[in-house]
């Protein structure tokens, strides 16, 4: 069982930056490929980004491509993501997800939802000026 607590939400000004970051307990860290999603109100959640367990594949939606930047240290069982430029359409909860790496065969598994079986709580980011 993975546990994942995410923070470093918080309310930015449109053009700012933010950092989250998803600490991971109850498992082996680089054995999970990692993503972050998020949902905004009245919104099904939809997929930020993702990265495989070593770091050497990432992937953004188009919505993140050139703001957004996903990483992770297996050594400290954390996940980031750097958010810049951030518009008010950015605004939801985000959530990290995890899901063992074997299961990814294909790169389109990384986009998707259903793959991954542990999820945060989520942590908020309002952007508004």
């Known amino acids: 069982q993975v546990l994942l607590v995410e923070s470093g939400g918080g309310l930015v000004q449109p053009g700012g930056s933010l950092r989250l970051s998803c600490v991971a307990s109850g498992g082996t860290f680089r054995d999970y490929a990692m993503a972050w999603f998020r949902q905004a109100p009245g919104k099904e959640r939809e997929f930020v980004a993702a990265i495989s367990w070593n770091g050497q594949m990432a992937f953004d939606a188009d919505s993140a491509k050139g703001r957004f930047t996903i990483s992770r240290d297996n050594a400290r069982s954390t996940l980031w993501l750097q958010m810049n430029r951030l518009k008010p359409e950015d605004a939801a909860v985000y959530s990290c997800?995890?899901?063992?790496?074997?299961?990814?065969?294909?790169?389109?598994?990384?986009?998707?939802?259903?793959?991954?079986?542990?999820w945060g709580q989520g942590t908020q980011v309002t952007v508004s000026s």
């Open positions: 997800a995890a899901a063992q790496q074997v299961q990814l065969v294909h790169r389109t598994s990384y986009y998707s939802e259903s793959t991954y079986h542990y």
